[in-house]
């Protein structure tokens, strides 16, 4: 069964930075995508990066690349977002998903068939 967890979140200043992590279990090492996913209150569900290990193509929603990055560990055990100059609408649950096949990339919610609990992250001001 594959499941998913994001952790990290917490509170900080605009300006500053913080590394969410997704830990997956029950998928192929090689062969999965995992895609970041954050919902503010009031906003719909958007998508934030995604990233493939079968061909490490990483993707960002255009209006965050630049100050978040998407990687993997070495191991290909974890996914991170690293979020950097945060801002206070940056805040938001935050969420990691994954599709069953194939492992490629997208940043909408019908692509992805197993989410995480999500983890709150807050920016203030």
């Known amino acids: 069964e594959v499941q998913l967890q994001a952790t990290g979140g917490g509170l900080v200043q605009a300006g500053g930075s913080l590394r969410l992590s997704c830990a997956a279990s029950?998928?192929?090492?090689?062969?999965?995508?995992i895609g970041w996913f954050r919902q503010a209150p009031g906003k719909e569900r958007e998508g934030v990066a995604c990233?493939?290990?079968?061909?490490?193509?990483?993707m960002y929603a255009d209006s965050l690349k630049g100050r978040f990055t998407i990687s993997s560990d070495n191991d290909k055990t974890t996914v991170y977002l690293e979020m950097n100059s945060l801002k206070p609408e940056d805040t938001a649950v935050y969420y990691c998903?994954?599709?069953?096949?194939?492992?490629?990339?997208?940043?909408?919610?019908?692509?992805?068939?197993?989410w995480g609990q999500g983890t709150q992250v807050t920016v203030s001001s």
């Open positions: 998903a994954s599709p069953r096949s194939p492992p490629s990339c997208a940043l909408y919610e019908a692509w992805f068939d197993y």
């Open positions: 990233f493939s290990s079968f061909d490490g193509a990483a």
């Open positions: 029950g998928i192929t090492l090689d062969y999965y995508a």
